[in-house]
């Protein structure tokens, strides 16, 4: 069975410091990868996806995710985080031939403190 | 932008009652889906509809659960008898369609207490 393995379950940081959040998943065929984020108090909404192309994806509030197909990763990263980056960040995964439908990592819980 | 509704927004109940959940998707969009998540966890999959028919309801636990679409567009998760262990957001998602390339676009969701 697919599985998609977020293995920071919680990441503290200071503002201006840089992220990388990890994202795995166990799949080798074909893929989407996503990355949504759970703002305090809001739904879940898309931060960025890959679909073919260029494996480095940019997304919105400058985050950015790199998809590396020969170690199976989508990690998420972000230069200089902000206090408002604090949320809860998923990694979801789209595998083809199935069913289409989005399995999503257990998330890792970010803190930004000012 | 359009947003996926669900209600309620809280719910307590006390254990063997019964429960539903309401979800109406963004207009136009076919698929439906059923989250379910439990704190801590990401999201897991319960029932995914495309239009009125259910396409994959593999997780769903049958013994308790059910989920309709009957005009295609809004659904209802039912729990009947709730059990403790049902205690969890309940998310609603929706897309244009079924495929590679959708995103998900998706409600509030719905904090069950199972008391």
Redesign the interface.
């Known amino acids: 069975a697919q599985s998609?393995s977020?293995h920071n379950?919680h990441v503290i940081l200071s503002e201006a410091a840089s992220l990388e959040l990890g994202c795995n998943y166990s799949y080798g065929g074909?893929v989407?990868l996503?990355w949504?984020v759970q703002y305090p108090g809001?739904?879940?909404?898309?931060l960025l996806?890959y679909?073919s192309g260029d494996p480095l994806v940019k997304g919105i509030k400058g985050f950015e995710a790199e998809f590396i197909k020969s170690k199976f990763s989508f990690n998420l990263r972000k230069p200089s985080v902000q206090w408002s980056d604090t949320a809860e960040y998923?990694c979801?995964v789209?595998r083809?031939g199935g069913?289409?439908?989005?399995?999503?990592?257990?998330?890792t819980s970010l803190i930004v403190h000012p | 932008e359009a947003?996926?509704a669900q209600s309620p927004r809280y719910k307590i109940t006390e254990k063997s009652q019964a429960v539903a959940f309401w979800c109406d998707p963004i207009s136009g969009h076919a698929t439906l889906?059923w989250?379910r998540q439990i704190l801590?966890?990401?999201?897991?999959?319960l029932v995914?509809f495309q239009d009125e028919s259910v396409?994959?309801d593999s997780q769903l636990p049958k013994d308790r659960f059910s989920a309709e679409r009957l005009k295609g567009v809004d659904s209802t998760l039912k729990i009947q008898p709730a059990e403790l262990g049902d205690s969890a957001m309940y998310?609603c998602?929706s897309s244009f369609r079924?495929?590679?390339?959708?995103?998900?676009f998706?409600?509030?969701?719905t904090q069950l207490s199972v008391l």
Do not use: W
């Open positions: 998609v977020q379950h074909t989407n996503f949504y809001q739904h879940l909404q898309l996806k679909f998923f979801a789209i083809a069913s289409y439908i989005p399995t999503f990592g257990r998330g | 947003e996926v889906y989250y801590g966890q990401g999201p897991e999959l995914q396409v994959d998310l998602a079924t495929g590679l390339n959708e995103k998900l998706f409600g509030s969701g």
